[in-house]
Structures are given as C-alpha cells and as structure tokens.
C-alpha cells in the first residue's frame, strides 16, 4: 500500500556522519539535503554524533538543573516570529520578557533558534545570539553555538562577513564545525576557490576522515555543473576508504543523471543497494524521479515515485512536497490531489512550505482555480505570510496577460500581511514592461533593491533588456539612466559576466542569454530537488 512506511531497514554504518550535525545541537560534531526544509536529519544514531530531533535531550551548554521538561520556549518564539520589524525584534522580546519578571535559559533560547533556522527566520535567529552574547555571564556558548552563528551571520549579512567573524575566532575554538559551517557557507555562496582552499586546510588538520565535507564540495560542483570534479570527490572517498553516507550517493545518482546517463545512474543505484551500511531512502527515489522526468524516461519516474511513497516513515512532512511537486511535473494532477488530501490527513497542520508546493504544481498544470481555492485555505491556516505563496498567482496572471488582476491581488497580498520581496516586485515589473509602463516597472525594480533581504536578488537579464529596448524606442534617456542606478545598486555592472547577457544598442547580445533568463518565480522544479534538500539543511 502506498504511503506507508518499508519494514525492511539496513542497520547504520556505525562510523556514518549526518550531513546536519554541522550545525546540530548536539555538543559532539557535524547538512545535508534538507529545505527548504529540505531533508531532516535522519533517525538513526551513530556512535560519534546525535542527530537533532525535538524528541532528543540535549545539554546546550546547560546546567542540569536547567533540563527539564519546559514548554516555555514556544510561548518565546511565538512572540519574537509575531512581532519581528525594523525595531520589534527579537531583542526588545526578549527584553520586555524579563522586565515582566520572568527569567530564560540557554535551553530554551536554544530551542527557539532552532525553531526560527527551520523556518527561515535568520535573522531574527542571530539577534537572539547576539542578546546572548551580551550576557556572557549567564549564558555559555559552545562551539557549536559558534558554528550556527557563523552560518546565520553568512545567511543575514554575507560571505564577507562570515569570513571575518571566522578570522577573529581564536585558533582554539575552531575545531571542525567551525570550519565546516564555513566550508558550506562558502558553497552556498559559489566561492569555488575559497572552498577548496579551506577543505585543503580541513584535510590538513584531518578534518576530513568522513562524508561530510566530501558531500559539501560535491554540492558546490553540482551547483557549478562540474560533473567530473563530483566523479573526482566520489574517487577520493574510495581510495582513502572514507565511506560513502546516503548523501554521497545521492549527489553521485543527481550527477549521473545530470550528465544525461541512465545506465550510470542505475549503476549507482545498485552500488548502493550492494552496500550493506546503506539504505535507499525516500530522497534517493525522488532524485532518481528527478533525473528520469528530465530525460524524458516518464514510466521509470511514476515508479520511482511509487518508491518514494513507500518509504516515508515517520512524521516527516517534507516527503510529500516533493511528492507533489514531481508529480505536477510529470503532469499527474489526479496524484498531486491524491497526495495532497493524503498528506493533510496525515498532519493536524501543513506548512508554509506544503501549500507552496500544491499551488505552484496546480499552477504549472494551469489550474489557476484549483490554485486560487487552495491559496484561500491557506490564508486563514498560516503561521505567517510568506510572499512565496503569493508570488505564485501573481507570476500566472501576469504571464496570462492579465496585469490589472495582478496589481490588484498585490494589493490583497499586502492586505493578508504581505511584506512583498524583490520577487514580488519585479513580477510586478515585468506585467508593467507588457504594457510598456517605464515609469512604472522602474518603480517597481526600486522597491525590489530596497527590500529587506534583496542582496541577493538581481533583475533577470531579459526584463532588463526589454526595458533597454523600450527606452531605445522610445528615446528615454531618463529611464535608462535610473535602470543603470538600479544595477549599479545591486552590483551588475560590476559583473562583466552578467553584463554579458544585456544586448548591446544595436539589440545584439555580447553572449547567449543563459539560465538565469529563465522564470524562477517557483523554486520547487524537480530538477533542482537534491540541491536544495542538501543546501536547506543548515
């Protein structure tokens, strides 16, 4: 029967290293694919390491009479996720907590951590450390403590930033969780000699005797589309006896498949089905579906779905989203409905994530309805607005045409609690370049450099040469100029590659327009499954 958890496990390898113990909060050491959610850490315990879970009792640094059954901890992070803003977070929550008389500890300061990191409240997360900071005379910070704050710092302020909260660290206190979380700091951020550098300097201090950092480098050369240095790492591991774990194989499988190789993708498949320390699970089959819809092979993929479903085990959620989403892929919107109905019988409550993942399959499979309908039971449920979910509707009516109705449902987003992002706002742009409105999209694009948490965000090179060309014909040389602003404010004209896929005046371009052209206003696609699930996991 589907959906039901397999009876048949292999034992553990008993030396096996979770992927999401770099940042754990367990005081021994070391994520993996996890996200986006992605991946949790998975069940089974090893002798070196303990994988986090809520059921788990951990000491973070505390004193034993500080371990005890406490539920306060979630009266504290609902507080500090309800009322973050420019001068509302978590510090004056915090603040205002004690001046009521009620004292915190480093347990449940912990636990609200973790629970704002699963959520993606980064920065919320690094004010309560930085509250803690401040008072060192009661709160004892770990190394792993360090770790997470390094890896927050990296999500909140930037690389740069990290590197520097790294450099002052002194020698003593940078042990391999240290390093690892800025190893997977400087992977995320696609600094490919940064990394190797540090993993030279990890393998020098013999930090490197298991998957895991093996697993980081793989990730960064999957994200760079450098298959042979995947195929290079998985040999390393081999001559140096360092077992593969779950996720080695899996980024072996998403590599392989990647290159457009079926047969060295069952090949993995039956390596790992050969290894008796490893155990395909539920992310396995997902990324054998993954790479099977992208080539094409549709049978191979409903049945390695079907594999997924039968290895769910627990009370994990994320299974599901992946679920719906590959099958909305494959265009199975019967399955997407069939999973989703299951999925909320499964759990009192669904995530922001969950939602996002049957909206954004209902919208690929053109169902607007059936995504309006689910948008609208989401609204009374949700734990906060993520412009995520709102994006989705936006980006299909301004796709269709329909601009007036997308302004108009902005307006209901904002209304519903919506703090728009730069996404929000250059889908906004791009239905105002539809109807030739300059003034109009350029104000938009402004809103979306002045956004909170836009670093990373940079217009897509196609919207940008449409609003070159429109200022052409148009003879607009204001606008042009207060595009050039906008890029220059988010770094693209110091970028020559970016800049290489802007036409040129005579509406040639200096190279061909790349991936980044394509609409990433549904981060769910199949294909980059395996990628997120590893990146999501710290």
């Known amino acids: 029967m589907l959906l039901q958890p397999t009876t048949t496990i292999k034992p553990p390898h008993q030396n096996h290293v979770s992927f999401s113990s770099y940042l754990s909060y367990s005081l021994s050491f070391p994520s993996g694919f996890c996200n986006l959610g992605g991946l949790t850490c998975p069940k089974n315990h090893?002798?070196?390491?303990?994988?986090?879970?809520?059921?788990?009792?951990?000491?973070?640094?505390?004193v034993d009479y500080e371990r005890r059954p406490i539920?306060?901890?979630?009266?504290?992070?609902?507080?500090?996720?309800?009322?973050?803003?420019?001068?509302?977070?978590?510090?004056?929550?915090?603040?205002?907590?004690?001046?009521?008389?009620?004292?915190v500890t480093k347990w449940e300061l912990s636990r609200v951590i973790k629970e704002?990191?699963?959520f993606r409240r980064y920065k919320l997360a690094l004010e309560v450390y930085e509250w803690m900071n401040n008072r060192a005379e009661?709160?004892?910070?770990?190394?792993?403590?360090?770790a997470i704050q390094l890896d927050l710092i990296a999500k909140v302020h930037g690389i740069s930033s990290a590197e520097e909260y790294f450099v002052k660290l002194p020698d003593t206190l940078k042990d391999k969780r240290i390093y690892g979380s800025l190893l997977n700091a400087f992977v995320r951020a696609r600094k490919k000699e940064q990394a190797e550098s540090l993993i030279d300097k990890m393998r020098n201090r013999g930090y490197t005797d298991h998957a895991l950092p093996f697993n980081v480098m793989m990730t960064l050369y999957m994200n760079l589309k450098d298959y042979d240095k995947v195929e290079s790492v998985v040999s390393e591991m081999m001559e140096k006896q360092i077992p593969l774990d779950i996720y080695s194989y899996?980024?072996?499988?998403?590599?392989?498949?990647?290159?457009?190789?079926v047969e060295k993708m069952e090949k993995v498949l039956e390596k790992m089905n050969l290894d008796t320390d490893i155990n395909p699970n539920w992310t396995t089959y997902s990324t054998m579906a993954t790479m099977y819809i992208k080539l094409g092979q549709l049978k191979k993929a409903e049945e390695s779905l079907k594999s997924v479903e039968s290895r769910i085990t627990g009370r994990d959620r994320i299974p599901y989203h992946y679920l719906i989403s590959l099958y909305g892929s494959l265009g199975k919107k019967e399955e997407v409905l069939r999973i989703w109905k299951t999925?909320?019988?499964?759990?009192?409550?669904?995530?922001?994530?969950g939602y996002h993942s049957v909206i954004s399959s209902l919208v690929r499979l053109d169902d607007i309805e059936g995504a309006e309908k689910i948008y609208d039971e989401w609204l009374p449920v949700k734990s906060h607005y993520d412009p995520r979910l709102g994006n989705l509707l936006l980006g299909y009516y301004v796709r269709k045409g329909s601009v007036d109705k997308a302004i108009a449902f902005l307006d209901q987003m904002v209304e519903a609690g919506a703090k728009p992002n730069s996404m929000t706002?250059?889908?906004?742009?791009?239905?105002?370049i539809r109807e030739r409105r300059l003034s109009e999209a350029l104000s938009c694009l402004k809103d979306a450099v002045s956004t909170e948490g836009s670093k990373s965000w940079r217009p897509k090179p196609a919207n940008v040469s449409s609003i070159l060309r429109l200022c052409e014909q148009e003879e607009d040389t204001q606008s042009k100029?207060?595009?050039?602003?906008?890029?220059?404010?988010?770094?693209?004209?110091?970028?020559?590659?970016?800049?290489s896929y802007i036409p040129l005046s005579n509406g040639t371009f200096t190279s061909d327009e790349p991936e980044i052209d394509k609409d990433t206003s549904d981060n769910d696609e199949g294909s980059e499954i395996l990628l997120n699930q590893l990146q999501g996991s710290l």
């Open 46 to 62: 090893t002798v070196i390491i303990s994988c986090s879970s809520i059921s788990q009792v951990h000491s973070y640094g505390t």
């Open 481 to 499: 100029e207060a595009l050039m602003e906008v890029l220059k404010q988010v770094g693209c004209l110091d970028d020559e590659k970016y800049m």
């Open 138 to 146: 009661r709160f004892r910070l770990t190394t792993s403590d360090t």
């Open 425 to 432: 706002w250059e889908i906004v742009a791009e239905g105002h």
């Open 343 to 353: 999925y909320q019988s499964q759990f009192p409550t669904i995530p922001n994530l």
């Open 71 to 103: 539920v306060k901890w979630n009266a504290i992070y609902k507080r500090i996720s309800m009322n973050d803003g420019p001068e509302r977070g978590s510090v004056s929550v915090l603040n205002q907590w004690e001046n009521e008389g009620k004292k």
């Open 250 to 261: 899996n980024i072996w499988l998403s590599s392989c498949g990647s290159q457009g190789s």
């Open 116 to 118: 704002l990191r699963k």
